[in-house]
């Protein structure tokens, strides 16, 4: 079953406006929550990712939220750009065993 | 490094015949992932290794599957006999041991199977 949830499916935002897509898991053993970005064609690629000691991780114009007692985590993306336009999946994994459980994927339009 | 690195890059393939992928990790790292990604069911974990030894292969969707990792630079992904629903993009991922858990994904193979 999906051990990750992730929403929306797809998502059209202008240029310059912030992209939110948000997650939720449900095992408490996964102690690792990073975000991919892949572009067509081409294999996702880490983007940013947070562990649950800390409640956010900025990186240039990404941000990701985390909520543990929620088990939601989500990735901001400010001043959206046409080159952003990717899909991007969350993804979570115990640090034991560290094969990554993968969200369904968001598929982001930013129109210029 | 020129990073993981997948063959074929895309394989069309009769139903019933055998399918060979094939992956070089990045030399190094000691865990190697497979996976399976279509529009319905997103990116699947079919099996992942840790220093060559398969650790869970419970993704696997059935016996027709079989991943073999010889050495620690090569690891093969077969279908026989191949189906229709086995059309996907395959990709393998690599990665060094916990804390360091970044996986490098191969740019894919993407099988149809006609």
């Known amino acids: 079953q999906q051990q990750v949830k992730q929403s929306p499916q797809s998502l059209i935002v202008q240029k310059g406006g912030i992209s939110i897509i948000n997650c939720a898991y449900e095992n408490t053993a996964f102690d690792y929550f990073p975000w991919y970005q892949q572009f067509p064609g081409k294999g996702p690629a880490l983007l940013i990712a947070i562990r649950p000691d800390v409640s956010e991780k900025k990186e240039g114009r990404f941000t990701i939220s985390f909520n543990k007692s929620a088990k939601q985590f989500s990735l901001h993306i400010m001043d959206s750009q046409p080159g952003d336009s990717a899909t991007y999946f969350c993804?979570?994994?115990?640090?034991?065993?560290?094969?990554?459980?993968f969200g369904k994927g968001t598929s982001l339009l930013v129109t210029p | 490094d020129a990073g993981v690195i997948q063959s074929p890059r895309h394989e069309v393939t009769e139903m019933g015949q055998e399918v060979t992928l094939r992956c070089k990790p990045i030399s190094g790292h000691n865990s190697l992932f497979w996976y399976r990604q279509t529009m319905m069911r997103g990116l699947e974990l079919l099996i992942y290794?840790?220093?060559?030894?398969?650790?869970?292969d419970s993704g696997m969707p059935e016996d027709r599957f079989s991943a073999k990792m010889p050495n620690a630079s090569f690891s093969t992904l077969k279908i026989q006999p191949s189906e229709p629903r086995d059309s996907a993009v395959y990709f393998c991922a690599s990665s060094l041991a916990p804390p360091n858990t970044e996986a490098f994904f191969g740019q894919g193979t993407r099988l149809t199977v006609v």
């Open positions: 290794f840790n220093n060559n030894v398969p650790i869970d």
């Open positions: 993804a979570a994994s115990k640090n034991s065993g560290y094969a990554l459980n």
